[in-house]
Each structure stands twice: as structure tokens, then as C-alpha cells.
């Protein structure tokens, strides 16, 4: 039976309800801006081994959402020991994303990175990790504004300037947009074939992609997922990966070196 949209798979996160009970979670924003504005349908993806194997999800799903989370990718992914700095982890996550990451890119199966996702991609194509951004010198506070309402949490904060004609730049039609940002740790080296192509005011990247990669392969800092449907930023970043998803769909696997080829 063919289908009649792309399946996008989120990735989830592991949580405790009543300090007893684990599941496996997605913000209910993902899934709208899956739907509503990439146009696919949205599919929670369990992230341990022991229930989900990479091989099955990249045969089941289109596309795959890397959606932030608390947990950070545990620093012996990139050959650092962990320090209190790094804060807490989800090692089943880092099991199925990791691996994942790199099979899509192999295969020029679409993804978009968000947040810890955007580090994750870092991290699966061999990048490190800073592991709290603000405490290094002349960097802003990058976290999450610790009250607020949901509004006020994901405001815009800072502006993104992007690489003179770069992939974001043609994607955004603009060199510089107005982001949120909710985030503690960031890239410290870039991956060999990651290409950075944005940066926050303090230096911070916040737009990657993967040079030489078949398929969509975009990544931010941000949570572009806020009011994806009326947000100038977050629309065309959902529209393009969609179009992504459609074109792998229909069998379409580029040669071409161009990220956003795919999505045209």
C-alpha cells in the first residue's frame, strides 16, 4: 500500500512519570510542525537498542526530526570523560541517533537537526562538544530562561548571521534572522565534513550542514519547532525539509553536492 505522505521519524526522549514509570517522549510542537508544515506524518521513534534497531527505522521512516532534549551526548562519543559540567545523559539515544546520523548520510536520507540533534549530527561526524557555552569568555547565556510562559521561553534572543550565499542565506532568503535559544552546551570542533553557516553575535554556531552529503542534511541550534507554522525562520526550514522527505519517497537520491537540491 503506497503512502500518501512521507513518514517522518521524531526522535524521542526518555522520561520517568512519577519517578517510576519510563517512556518515551516527543513535544507536541515537533509533531505539529511535522504535519502542519512539512507536510508529513509524524512518528515518535522509541531511542533504545533494545526496542527500536536503525536498520528497521531507516526502511519504516522517510526522514527523521533530531529533536533537542535535556540529556547531552555523552562525552566519550568524542573521547572526553564526563565531568559535572556535562550534566545527564540518555546513552539509548546516543545508541540509535549516532549510527543513525551517519547511515542517513551515507544513504542521502533527509534529516533536521534541532538543538541537541544539531549536536548529535556534530558529534556523529566526528565534532566535539563544549559543555556549558556560557562559561567560556565573551560568550552570552545561551540556556533557557529558567520562568516564564511558553511565550516568553521561546522568544527571539539573538541574532543567526549567515555564510554571503550560503545554504541557510538561499534557504531563509536573508543573511541574518532573529532566533530563540534554549541551550547549555555547543559545538567545540566541527566535524571534518561539517560546514558551519551560521553563527550567533558571541561566535556560537548555530546552522550546520554536511558537506558532500547526498540528502538534506541541515542542522540548528535553535528550536525552529516554536509556532513553526507562522514563524518567517521556521517555515521554510520545515517546507524544504518536507520537500526532502517527498523527493526520498518517490525513490529520488541526489549526486549533486547542493543540501537543499533535494528540496526544491
Known amino acids: 500500500m503506497s503512502r500518501t505522505k512521507p513518514i517522518i521519524g ?19 510542537m515537533n509533531a505539529q510542525a511535522v504535519l502542519a508544515v512539512a507536510g508529513c506524518v509524524p512518528l515518535i521513534i522509541p531511542t533504545d537498542p533494545s526496542t527500536a534497531q536503525v536498520a528497521d527505522l531507516l526502511d519504516s521512516c522517510d526522514g527523521f526530526l533530531l529533536t533537542g532534549g535535556q540529556p547531552n551526548v555523552h562525552p566519550e562519543e568524542y573521547g572526553e570523560e564526563a565531568t559535572p559540567a556535562h550534566g545527564h545523559f540518555d546513552r539509548g539515544r546516543d545508541a540509535i541517533t549516532l549510527p543513525l546520523i551517519r547511515a542517513c548520510v551515507d544513504r542521502g536520507q533527509p534529516f533536521l537537526g534541532i538543538c541537541r540533534g544539531f549536536q548529535e549530527v556534530n558529534v556523529a561526524m566526528g565534532g566535539t562538544l563544549h559543555p556549558e557555552i556560557r562559561e567560556l569568555p565573551g560568550r552570552m547565556n545561551h540556556r533557557m530562561p529558567p520562568d516564564g510562559t511558553l511565550e516568553e521561553v521561546f522568544a527571539l534572543r539573538h541574532t543567526v548571521q549567515f555564510t554571503k550565499g550560503g545554504v541557510f542565506a538561499r534557504l531563509m532568503g536573508a543573511g541574518e534572522v532573529m532566533t530563540n535559544t534554549l541551550h547549555g552546551q555547543g559545538i567545540k570542533d566541527a566535524g571534518p565534513r561539517i560546514v558551519i553557516d551560521g553563527h550567533a ?54 549526486g549533486g553536492q547542493d543540501p537543499l537540491s533535494c528540496a526544491g
Do not use: C, K, M
Not at 220 to 244: C, I, K, M, Y
Open 10 to 28: 521524531i526522535i524521542s526522549n526518555l522520561h520517568q512519570i512519577n519517578h517510576r514509570y519510563a517512556v518515551h517522549g516527543s513535544g507536541l
Open 201 to 254: 553575535p558571541d561566535g556560537t554556531p548555530e546552522a550546520i550542514y554536511v558537506s558532500g552529503a547526498r540528502g538534506f542534511t541541515l542542522a540548528v541550534q535553535w528550536h525552529p519547532e516554536f509556532n513553526a507554522e507562522n514563524d518567517s525562520v521556521s517555515r521554510p526550514l520545515f517546507t524544504a525539509f518536507g520537500d526532502a522527505a517527498r523527493a526520498w519517497a518517490r525513490g529520488e537520491v541526489l
